[in-house]
């Protein structure tokens, strides 16, 4: 489970941005009726779903890629060569490309806590560190600091935890995380994180390979049919075979972490789905089923599979082909769920409601005039009722993160009037 998220210069984010999933202290009517909103982990109380907010260009979406990207270092990074220069972007201006970025995470795995961090540029790791409590009390696993001299041995500084870490140290370049290689070279701890990132933060809804969806589809088959039925599709039925071609290396591009259902699919497997009206006749799911369809077949296999192990899922404009209803339903699947996590952009007005969500759990991306985003959430405004309409008051530019819009009749004859 996710805590919290800190991001420096990455993208449009400028100055440090922080994602709170630790729940604040509601008293409100509303807030006491969505209990199902809150994981209590640790006597600690932890939002199930954040919605982030914002106009196009705000930066919101920039929020999500720049997770993705930084996740992916934790488990990509032990194949980096010499060569290898980091697919992102610092902020431009003000000098700040020429500033380190930084990545915080405090997280829970195998109910105990985490606090990992690391900073970087564009061509090599700057610092990291990771700590954790395994009995209630923070205890240093490593730290790591490039700039503090020459060898590993001033560089670096360990706790107890770590068997030989120094065997690691001198196996790690400066283009490489240490959790990273520890991983790799079989230390538990760094194991336990690793397979944190790499297995339960799922970055984006189409987060399987060939064989993956095969198997969940069939471990799921029957749930994946009633989630579709509840969401108003009429497909009754699906059949997933994987085709006896060469296979493909099948990767996410590090910048945006995002596969295509193309990607995943074509050349790789062939899914028929059978509708109720005709049961016997087949349908070629990517060429016969809707953009929608596509799309909700596989954000429901996805979001099965991450509920019922407790994962966290990324996801940008969730409302991208899909139905408010749909949308409404995703929400509901995750309220009902016992410890997994969303995180996700959306333009949709609608949930901005708090009989729906905490004011905790509504956050607005917002671009400064320096270009910059910014990330604040509705409990940030304390003189906001619970009895006030959020929608309306968003809409009308409350909170900023709306576009400004000149759309005069003046202004717009302007465009094709020169």
């Known amino acids: 489970m996710v805590l919290e998220i800190r991001i420096a210069n990455l993208f449009s984010i400028k100055d440090e941005i922080t994602l709170d999933f630790r729940a604040a202290t509601i008293k409100s009517a509303n807030a006491k009726a969505l209990a199902d909103n809150i994981i209590t982990e640790n006597d ?184 579709l039925k509840i969401a108003d599709s009429d497909i009754v039925d699906v059949k997933i075979k994987v085709l006896k071609k060469p296979a493909k290396n099948i990767s996410a591009n590090l910048t945006s972490m995002t596969l295509t259902v193309e990607d995943v699919v074509q050349d790789h497997l062939q899914i028929k789905t059978y509708h109720k009206a005709s049961p016997d006749i087949a349908f070629d799911f990517i060429t016969e089923e809707s953009q929608g369809t596509i799309k909700l077949f596989f954000i429901m296999l996805t979001i099965l599979d991450v509920v019922k192990k407790n994962k966290v899922l990324l996801i940008d404009e969730i409302e991208d082909s899909l139905h408010p209803m749909i949308i409404e339903y995703i929400f509901n699947i995750f309220r009902s769920g016992k410890k997994a996590q969303l995180i996700c952009t959306t333009h949709n007005t609608k949930f901005l409601d708090l009989k729906m969500f905490r004011k905790d759990q509504i956050f607005f991306a917002n671009k400064k005039e320096d270009g910059s985003t910014d990330l604040y959430s509705l409990y940030d405004y304390s003189d906001f009722r619970d009895t006030m309409d959020v929608e309306k008051a968003y809409l009308q530019g409350r909170f900023d993160a709306v576009p400004l819009i000149n759309d005069s009749q003046v202004k717009l004859k302007t465009l094709f009037n020169g």
């Open 44 to 227: 600690t109380s932890i939002l199930k779903t954040i919605a982030i907010y914002g106009a196009n260009a705000s930066g919101k979406s920039n929020i999500i890629k720049a997770i993705r990207f930084c996740n992916a270092m934790v488990f990509e990074s032990h194949k980096h060569n010499e060569n290898t220069v980091y697919n992102f972007q610092p902020f431009k201006f003000d000098g700040y490309d020429k500033k380190p970025s930084n990545y915080f995470i405090r997280f829970i795995s195998a109910g105990i806590e985490y606090e990992y961090s690391f900073s970087f540029t564009r061509f090599k790791i700057l610092t990291e560190s990771l700590y954790y409590y395994p009995k209630g009390r923070i205890t240093k696993v490593f730290t790591r600091d490039e700039r503090r001299g020459k060898t590993k041995k001033e560089k670096y500084s360990f706790g107890s935890r770590i068997k030989r870490p120094m065997d690691v140290a001198e196996n790690t370049s400066e283009k490489t995380l240490y959790i990273s290689r520890a991983s790799q070279m079989d230390r538990e701890i760094a194991k336990e994180v690793f397979t944190y990132f790499h297995s339960r933060f799922i970055l984006q809804y189409v987060g399987f390979g060939v064989s993956a969806i095969e198997t969940l589809s069939n471990q799921n088959k029957q749930q994946l049919i009633e989630a």
